[in-house]
């Protein structure tokens, strides 16, 4: 079976420093991962996704992501939070074999502060 | 190019009344979604779509849930009898390709479900 994790309900930052959202997740086969925001009241907005390559993989809104096989993560990164990034993060991974289905973690939510 | 539309935005019903959802999905996508998100959890798969083909429906309860996409483009997911637990909110996405691990969803803004 394949799950994600998300250790953090909630992630609490200052504008302009750098921000991490944190990601494990647990598959048969390789891995494909992906993060997804959500603001309120909307659906969920791709954001960036790890196929295969480089394990840095950059992303919209310059949203980067670090894949890092050996500790089944999948952090999410910004090096200079905006207060307007303030949102409900969502990790999801989907494996090559097996149930080929998007599987999402539970959510963390990151509060941007002024 | 147009996103995913979902309609109604939102829905309010008595237990053991029934409800309906449409989705249309990106132009030219094969592969359609519908997912449930429980309020404070992930979204959760329900029924996927390949054309008008059911992909995946391991999740759906279906002794009182029903979907269906008749032409291979709109879908639309229905609830009778609805119970308090299906309050919710009811997710369409679409990809180009579904088959294809790698392919990426694109998500509606939902339907948000209110069972009194």
């Known amino acids: 079976a394949q799950s994600v994790a998300q250790p953090e309900d909630q992630v609490n930052v200052a504008e302009g420093n750098p921000l991490t959202v944190k990601c494990t997740y647990s598959?048969?086969?390789?891995?494909?991962l992906f993060w997804y925001v959500q603001y309120p009241n909307r659906g969920l907005q791709f954001l960036l996704k790890y196929i295969t390559g480089d394990n840095l993989v950059k992303g919209s809104y310059g949203f980067e992501a670090e894949f890092n096989k050996s500790q089944t993560s999948f952090h999410l990164k910004k090096p200079s939070a905006l207060v307007s990034d303030s949102a409900l993060y969502f990790c999801?991974?989907?494996?090559?074999?097996?149930?080929?289905?998007?599987?999402f973690g539970s959510g963390t939510r990151l509060q941007v502060q002024p | 190019e147009a996103g995913v539309a979902q309609s109604p935005r939102y829905k309010i019903i008595e237990k053991r009344q029934s409800v309906a959802f449409w989705c249309n999905p990106i132009?030219?996508?094969?592969?359609l979604y519908w997912y449930q998100q429980i309020l404070g959890q992930g979204p959760k798969l329900l029924i996927q779509?390949?054309?008008?083909?059911?992909?995946?429906d391991s999740q759906l309860p279906k002794d009182r849930f029903s979907a269906e996409r008749l032409k291979g483009v709109d879908s639309t997911l229905k609830i009778q009898p609805a119970k308090l637990e299906d309050s919710a909110v009811y997710l369409c996405?679409?990809?180009?390709?579904?088959?294809?691990?790698?392919?990426?969803?694109?998500f509606g803004p939902g339907t948000r479900l209110t069972v009194l």
């Open positions: 779509f390949q054309n008008n083909g059911v992909v995946d």
């Open positions: 132009s030219g996508h094969a592969t």
């Open positions: 598959v048969s086969g390789n891995p494909y």
């Open positions: 996405a679409s990809s180009l390709e579904g088959a294809i691990a790698t392919d990426t969803q694109y």
């Open positions: 999801a991974v989907r494996g090559d074999t097996g149930r080929r289905a998007l599987t």
